[in-house]
Nanobody, 131 residues
């Protein structure tokens, strides 16, 4: 599956951004993402890619402790899109953000947080939090 991420940019501390990650297979988009657990990761220079948030096929959401209460992940399967709403942004949230997808069976609601749990990745999108 191909993943197209969008929504990064420059924002002041305390501000908000929303990412979207849209899945497609060729020209086909409708409901493609419904078969996947989707995760958002971020990476800063010299560090490993780290999980930020994950949403299962059934809509269960999981968050890293560093973003709990500030970020919200959601999905719209009809649009084949997963969103990451980021509020109360801090300078330490500055990173390149990636979305990733893992094909799972319907009953699988596990929290997949490792980079190698995912086979499909979107391109990275820069977020800079600075005044």
């Amino acid at each position: 599956v191909q993943l197209q991420a969008s929504g990064g940019g420059l924002v002041e501390p305390g501000g908000s951004l929303t990412f979207s990650c849209t899945a497609s297979r060729g020209t086909f988009k409708v409901n493609i993402i419904s078969r996947y657990t989707v995760g958002w990761f971020r990476q800063t220079p010299g560090k490993e890619r780290e999980s930020v948030a994950t949403i299962s096929r059934s809509g269960l959401a999981y968050y890293d402790s560093s973003v709990e209460g500030r970020f919200a992940i959601s999905r719209d399967d009809a649009k084949s899109t997963v969103y990451l709403r980021m509020n109360s942004l801090k300078p330490e949230d500055t990173a390149v953000y990636y979305c990733a997808a893992r094909h799972v069976i319907l009953s699988d609601s596990n929290y997949y947080s490792r980079e190698n749990d995912y086979a499909d990745w979107g391109h990275g999108t820069q977020v800079t939090v600075s005044s």
